[in-house]
Structures are given as C-alpha cells and as structure tokens.
C-alpha cells in the first residue's frame, strides 16, 4: 500500500526536502523531474506547483500534501488541514500577503484604493479583503513581475513577501497585511478516513514536526566540579532540566552536563561557561527533536 504525496514544486522546494531529509526521508529529484525518488516504499511522491494542491488532494489525486495556507484559501477546495508546519523559503517564519503602493502614491489605507486597479496572484482572498472593508476596486491576475506593475499597468499590487526587502528595493511601500500564511499539511477526507493512510500521515507529520523543533537549535555538553555546580546551572537555559551525570574514575568529583538550547545563545554563553568552570564543552547539531 502506498500514500500518494503531493510537495510543492518551485520557491518551497528546496526547503521542503531539506526538512523531509532531516527528517530521515531521501528524496532525490533533478530539475526536470515531477516524480522523485524517496527511500520509503509506502511513499509516491509528485511535485506540483503550491497553488494547484488542494485542487489534486480534494480531488483524490494525491491522498495528502504540503502547501502554503495562503493556496488552500484561496483555492475555496474543501480539504482535512492535518496542521501547520511553520516553514518558508528563507526561514521559520511566517510569509505575508500585503497590499502594497508605490512610495510616491498618495494611497494611505485601502480606502482610498476604491475605483483603482490592483494586481495580486491572491484574486478571490483580495477581492474578500476588499469586500470586507467596503471598497470596490479592478483586481486583476497577475501572472508574475507584479513588484514592477505599479504605476503605470495597476495602482497597488498584493504581493507575497517574507522580509519586505524585495517591495522595498521597488520602491514599494506596505500599506496593510492581507492574511499571514504558514505551510500546511492537507489531506483528502476520503484518504484521511483510511486507517493505514491516516497512520502513515501521522507518522510522517512527527518526524517533520521533530525536524522543524530541531532547527536553530543544537545540543551542549560540558564537564564541571561538583563545587561549580550550581553557577553553572544558573547559566544554563534549558528546554527542561539539564541531563547530569557522574564521571567515572575521577579524584575529584565531577559531573557531566547535557542540555539543548537555541543555537544563537551559544556563542555567547560558551565563555561565561568557561569562566565558572565548565570544561570540554561539545557542541553537536540536532536532525529532530520530538516532545
């Protein structure tokens, strides 16, 4: 038995297989293939474009797969959300949809954009935004270069953005937040249904979920005197109480420390550790990290 896995070919890719990697999963593919390979028999894996997802796992196509929530509102599809991994292309983070002008433009809120022309991948979830705060304006597809659109060929655009840099180094400014997105993990009701399916599902969406805790954060070991003990401990941030343990075959008593922290912390913890008397101190990177 097989479950058939839909993962989002383009901008998520890259990202996305380098979690199913640390995740335990090989998935190989070159530029031109939509069928990797993955060492896992029970999975057959097609890469789609993000936005046409839900389409092919509501329609039973692929059993489940991996999107952006953005694609799955704006495509109306019903689907199963199993959950939200908090991923992007270039970090761990939410992504934003925003409405966006020119510097120059006199638009202050979307209220002045009524009777305008804007440009957005994002039609239906616009033309709700507009709807709800009462404007009517021309939202228009826009099949890519949007950031260069206005303002001649549209009056604001609606543009996915992870920093803001991109819109700032078009001399766009960020009028208002449509919606924030995160990827998803969508199945097909009828394959969710399944047992064995609904299993395999779970299964795969620990291990990505223990990868993704795994990131930006690394393990620490340290050797200390019993008497520094307690200076040490101080110093430690934790995500629970640090692993001690004896050494063996010392004089003196010493203790082995273990924790897991976030990596960024590291660099400037180290030498207040070795300050207070900490020694052979390990660093060590982690693939998951499941509680």
């Known amino acids: 038995m097989q479950l058939k896995l839909g993962l989002p070919k383009g901008s998520l890719q890259e990202s996305t297989f380098n979690?199913?990697?640390?995740?335990?999963?090989?998935?190989?593919?070159?530029?031109?293939?939509?069928?990797?390979?993955?060492?896992?028999?029970?999975?057959?894996?097609?890469?789609?474009?993000?936005?046409?997802?839900?389409?092919?796992?509501?329609?039973?196509?692929?059993?489940?797969?991996?999107?952006?929530?953005?694609?799955?509102?704006?495509?109306?599809?019903?689907?199963?959300t199993v959950d939200k991994l908090v991923y992007g292309k270039q970090g761990l983070r939410p992504v934003r949809w925003v409405l966006a002008v020119p510097e120059s433009s006199p638009v202050k809120t979307v209220k002045n954009l009524e009777g305008?022309?804007?440009?957005?991948?994002?039609?239906?979830?616009?033309?709700?935004?507009?709807?709800?705060?009462?404007?009517?304006?021309?939202?228009?597809?826009?099949?890519?270069?949007?950031?260069?659109?206005?303002?001649?060929?549209?009056?604001?655009?609606?543009?996915?953005?992870?920093?803001g840099s991109s819109l700032k180094a078009n001399k766009l400014r960020i009028v208002d937040t449509i919606m924030e997105s995160v990827t998803v993990l969508i199945a097909n009701k009828r394959a969710f249904a399944d047992g064995w399916k609904r299993e395999k599902i779970a299964n795969i969406l620990t291990l990505l979920k223990g990868a993704l805790n795994a990131e930006e954060k690394v393990g620490l070991k340290l050797n200390v005197r019993e008497e520094d003990m307690k200076k040490i401990l101080s110093l430690l941030p934790a995500l629970r109480k640090p692993t001690v343990s004896c050494l063996l075959g010392e004089k003196e008593k010493w203790l082995a420390v273990e924790v897991i922290i976030d990596e960024k912390k590291v660099r400037s913890l180290v030498p207040r550790l070795m300050k207070n008397g900490a020694e052979g101190i390990v660093e060590y990177p982690l693939n998951k990290l499941i509680y």
């Open 116 to 163: 305008k022309r804007i440009a957005t991948e994002l039609v239906q979830a616009t033309k709700k935004y507009l709807k709800k705060n009462g404007v009517r304006a021309k939202v228009e597809f826009s099949w890519g270069a949007t950031e260069a659109k206005p303002p001649h060929l549209a009056d604001a655009i609606v543009e996915l953005t992870e920093t």
């Open 19 to 80: 979690i199913f990697k640390k995740a335990g999963f090989s998935i190989k593919s070159d530029s031109r293939s939509y069928y990797p390979s993955v060492d896992d028999d029970e999975l057959f894996i097609t890469l789609v474009r993000a936005q046409e997802m839900a389409r092919y796992v509501a329609e039973g196509i692929f059993d489940a797969g991996l999107t952006g929530e953005d694609w799955v509102v704006e495509s109306g599809e019903s689907v199963k």
